[in-house]
T-cell receptor, first 115, second 112 residues
């Protein structure tokens, strides 16, 4: 069946521009997560949605980062005034219900390059 | 705080060799422990997990035992195959938490 889909797979933008990254989770999964993976590092948590609401946004690095999930399925990660340090692979994951017993299914990620 | 330290790579082994990838952790409570794997061109996927001390997680011939006394969760496989070539991530989550803490990943290459 269809897994987690992320678009675009690659995005190159200039410093200062605004970008949106999209995630289509597995159908029926109520929990959705965004992670960021910098080169040579493991993924770092950004934000967690349970349904439409952001249940935990403690990983967002600053107020330039924002994410929405208005209908409880597709999510968009938005980055304003991008900086070169934002360059990374942004990973989306979904799970049936969240919590330790519900395994995460990851997408292939969006590679963001800020020039 | 929470953190995961795993063996730096890359690791190169011949087919049928024994594999160990070390992972140690620091946690404030009683975490669940995971190994995730990323095959070339694919997304991260759960390989195995253990939710309490002395539990052993196993899948696809891989095993890892949750050792509270040494705060470790080392990944082992008795005989690796070329198809095991991937990046392996150790991770933890605290009970009731929403996020995983990942190690930096270990790239394994198995040569025929």
């Amino acid at each position: 069946g269809a897994g987690v889909s992320q678009t675009p797979s690659n995005k190159v933008t200039e410093k200062g521009k605004y970008v949106e990254l999209r995630c289509d989770p597995i159908s029926g999964h109520t929990a959705l997560y965004w992670y960021r993976q910098s080169l040579g590092q493991g993924p770092e948590f950004l934000i967690y949605f349970q349904g439409t609401g952001a249940a935990d946004d403690s990983g967002l690095p600053n107020d330039r980062f924002f994410a929405v999930r208005p209908e409880g399925s597709v999510s968009t990660l938005k980055i304003q005034r991008t900086e070169r340090g934002d360059s990374a692979v942004y990973l989306c994951a979904s799970s049936i219900q969240g919590g330790n017993n519900s395994p995460l299914h990851f997408g292939n990620g969006t590679r963001l390059t800020v020039t | 705080g929470n953190s995961v330290t795993q063996m730096e790579g890359p690791v190169t082994l011949s087919e049928e060799a024994f594999l160990t990838i070390n992972c140690t952790y620091t946690a404030t409570g009683y975490p669940s422990l995971f190994w995730y794997v990323q095959y070339p061109g694919e997304g991260l996927q759960l390989l195995l997990k253990a939710t309490k001390a002395d539990d052993k997680g196993s899948n696809k011939g891989f095993e890892a035992t949750y050792r509270k006394e040494t705060t470790s969760f080392h990944l082992e496989k008795g005989s690796v195959q070329v198809s095991d070539s991937a990046v392996y991530f150790c991770a933890l989550t605290e009970t009731g938490a929403n996020n995983l803490f990942f190690g930096t990943g270990t790239r394994l290459t198995v040569i025929p």
